[in-house]
């Protein structure tokens, strides 16, 4: 048997590179790249589509629960506080467990899996999403104006209250922590991640953004709910925008109180 021919190309090494510059890795059979390399973009999470049917179908249900219960009982004359801790209760504590089932069964347990993340950057990236909703909503506010779309406020009325103290702290810890903790865990959570599971990014931005402003829609004000879904769906694609292109929920939950919390110092001060 002959002996093989030695190889014709230098071993594996750093040489001078021959296009000129600096050294360059050769491999014994190609010269490496010189060009920039660059990570991998990551994509976004998503969750079943269940997990998206599910969370809709339980708000759904505890808010109708929540608001029939509270019309049940309003005649025994208890305080304001206790109403309307009650009616969070009814209305956000189901979600919350169907958060918590989704995060065991489909996210190995773990918060990040519905978005739940926070970094020390998002007090200036929730500034900036509140910042961009607010725009959107102006922006709407002006198209229903100009055509005159039925508009009515979800806070009007409010002002007629006389409140005591506990019913302004009980409305408060409501409307700026429990509603953007839980709001944005099921849209910009649970069904965005699983609208992701069988469409592109845009629709289900868009999607979960108008489920987001229909889900404010209350009989009571009649036709005033065109033009609120409208201007509250705006908001909703605004915070889904923010929650896909950071892959994390705590951007939109600063947002979302920084905007609950102007809209109740108003009705407050009103």
């Not at 009989?219 to 005033?224: A, H, L, S, T």
């Not at 409208?230 to 923010?242: D, E, M, R, W, Y």
Request: aromatic letters at 10%.
């Amino acid at each position: 048997m002959s002996l093989l021919p030695p190889p014709s190309t230098a071993p594996a090494g750093w040489y001078p590179d021959p296009l000129g510059g600096g050294p360059r890795y050769f491999d014994g059979r190609h010269w490496a790249a010189t060009g920039p390399t660059f990570d991998p973009v990551e994509e976004h999470p998503d969750l079943p589509m269940v997990t998206a049917v599910g969370a809709l179908a339980v708000l759904v249900v505890s808010l109708v629960a929540s608001k029939f219960v509270v019309d049940a009982l309003v005649d025994r004359d208890w305080p304001l506080a206790a109403y309307v801790a009650l009616a969070a209760t009814i209305a956000y504590l189901p979600s919350v467990i169907w958060g918590m089932v989704v995060r065991r069964r489909w996210g190995a347990s773990r918060l990040a899996s519905i978005g739940f993340r926070f970094r020390w950057s998002d007090l200036g990236w929730g500034p900036l999403t509140w910042l961009a909703a607010m725009l959107v909503e102006l922006l709407l506010m002006a198209l229903v104006i100009a055509f005159d779309v039925p508009f009515e406020s979800n806070v009007v009325g409010g002002g007629d209250v006389d409140p005591d103290r506990a019913y302004k702290i009980s409305f408060a810890i409501t409307a700026v922590v429990a509603a953007p903790l839980v709001e944005e865990l099921i849209f910009r959570g649970v069904v965005l991640r699983g609208f992701l599971s069988r469409m592109g990014p845009v629709l289900a931005v868009a999607l979960q953004g108008v489920l987001f402003g229909v889900a404010h829609v209350d009989p009571v004000r009649g036709n005033g709910n065109v033009g609120l879904a409208l201007v509250l769906s705006g908001t909703g694609i605004a915070f889904g925008a923010a929650a896909y292109l950071l892959h994390r929920l705590g951007p939109t939950i600063i947002a979302h109180a920084i905007f609950n919390g102007v809209v109740l110092l108003v009705l407050l001060l009103s």
